[in-house]
């Protein structure tokens, strides 16, 4: 364990529509997953996390970084009430409630960012992450340590979707920086 406190920059899956033939996220491997991510938070011990707060990995995130007293920053592709209904409740689980907590968490402390923009869907989540991977490294540089690499933490299902996968765009963007990498399996 390090005594450097890092900033942790999160991309991952959400979960599985109901429907879903191709299992990426499931719900039943919420816990299991919420798990391993508290592990992952404590054993680089975290101070702060940087992403947006999707259903699944994000707000799971989010959700034990804020019991384990991490800050947390959320950055969201456009307006918080467009993102909610197609990132957030159009998938089963207890989403809705998790993310209005979030956000009002995230606005109350000034750690929101939304980024408005007229890009296309596709277009905004790389903006997003982009912004993710920014916030991040600026958040680890402000403290003025040698050490000051954020560790990206990776919640997904180990492969690429293909075209526009954001959460294959992270992965790659951090490897390229030589961030820590720590990924978390979600099936």
């Keep these: ?20 033939t191709i299992a990426r996220f499931p719900l ?21 996390i940087v992403c947006s707060a999707a259903c699944g990995a994000d707000l799971l995130a989010l959700e ?3 019991q384990l007293g991490l800050e947390q920053h959320v950055v969201l592709p456009y307006s918080v009430s467009r993102f909610r209904t197609t990132s ?18 995230a606005t109350a402390t000034a750690r929101l960012i939304r980024l408005q923009s007229d890009l296309d869907e596709t277009e ?16 680890s540089r402000s403290r003025g340590s040698d050490a000051a690499i954020p560790v990206a933490l990776l919640v997904w299902d180990g492969k690429s979707r293909g075209a526009n996968d954001a ?12 961030w820590r990498l720590i990924e978390v399996r979600t099936v």
């Excluded at 364990?1 to 879903?20: F, K, Q, T, W, Y």
């Excluded at 957030?88 to 968490?105: H, L, Q, S």
């Design 1 to 20: 364990m390090s005594n450097v406190e890092s900033v942790i920059a999160l991309a991952g899956r959400r979960i599985d529509p109901a429907d879903s």
């Design 28 to 48: 039943a491997n919420l816990n299991r997953v919420r798990d391993e991510i508290r592990l992952a938070m404590t054993e680089v011990t975290a101070r702060a």
């Design 64 to 66: 034990v970084a804020g």
């Design 88 to 105: 957030v409740v159009d998938r089963p689980g207890p989403w809705g409630a998790m993310y209005d907590d979030v956000i009002a968490k």
């Design 124 to 139: 905004a989540y790389s903006a997003a992450t982009a912004r993710i991977i920014a916030v991040a490294d600026q958040l």
């Design 167 to 178: 959460t294959a765009e992270f992965a790659t963007a951090v490897q390229v920086r030589h």
